[in-house]
């Protein structure tokens, strides 16, 4: 009787636990067409700045459409060989900036506190700060320098098409025949 119990008991558990995952929100889920890849993306982007963010974004844009911009092979191994020296060095410099944050509450700790070492340490932070951020904005400068003017005149194109699709869209939700408005009339 009581391994009958423990039976039922683990069969309610596994019937339970899709729902743990139903639950979840969309933007905390990864798409099934995402992969490993995707989601170890987005894991990594979730710290990132927003200049960062802008960077990997404008990369990722190019290698998407890197077919209808006539990007070389050259050029993407360029482009690749700047998104992982940029991703070495963000990792780098977030480190040392987490070790100066830890540095500067261990100085808040001491019963006397060394204010102009706690003012150097506090320095020393935002000067990496501001060091990883120049790093980012030298690296979106150094993306565009791969490019041909062709390349970028076309890839701005191919952004304003996109934009202009997804206004068009959004407006037809509203009106009550975008997409999202269809499925719902043919439910």
Same mark, same amino acid.
């Given at each position: 009787m009581k391994n009958i119990t423990k039976i039922v008991i683990a069969v309610f558990c596994l019937c339970l636990m899709p729902l743990r995952y139903a639950s979840a929100d969309e933007k905390d889920m990864c798409s099934r067409t995402m992969g490993m890849a995707g989601m170890h993306e987005k894991m990594i982007m979730k710290d990132k700045t927003e200049l960062e963010k802008k960077f990997f974004q404008k990369a990722g844009f190019i290698y998407q459409y890197s077919e209808e911009l006539q990007i070389t092979?050259?050029? &993407?191994?360029? =482009?690749e060989e700047l998104k992982s020296r940029l991703k070495k060095n963000a990792i780098m410099k977030d480190a040392e900036i987490k070790v100066l944050g830890l540095d500067i509450m261990d100085e808040l700790k001491k019963e006397e506190v060394d204010m102009n070492a706690v003012d150097k340490l506090i320095d020393k932070k935002y000067e990496l700060k501001k060091q990883k951020t120049k790093d980012v904005l030298g690296a979106y400068?150094? &993306?565009?320098? =791969?490019?041909?003017k062709e390349q970028i005149e076309k890839a701005k194109d191919i952004q304003k098409k996109y934009w202009s699709e997804k206004k068009e869209m959004m407006a037809g939700e509203k009106e009550g025949t975008g997409k999202k408005a269809m499925k719902k009339k043919t439910r």
């Open positions: 092979e050259t050029q &993407l191994d360029k =482009i400068f150094e &993306l565009r320098q =791969i490019l041909t």
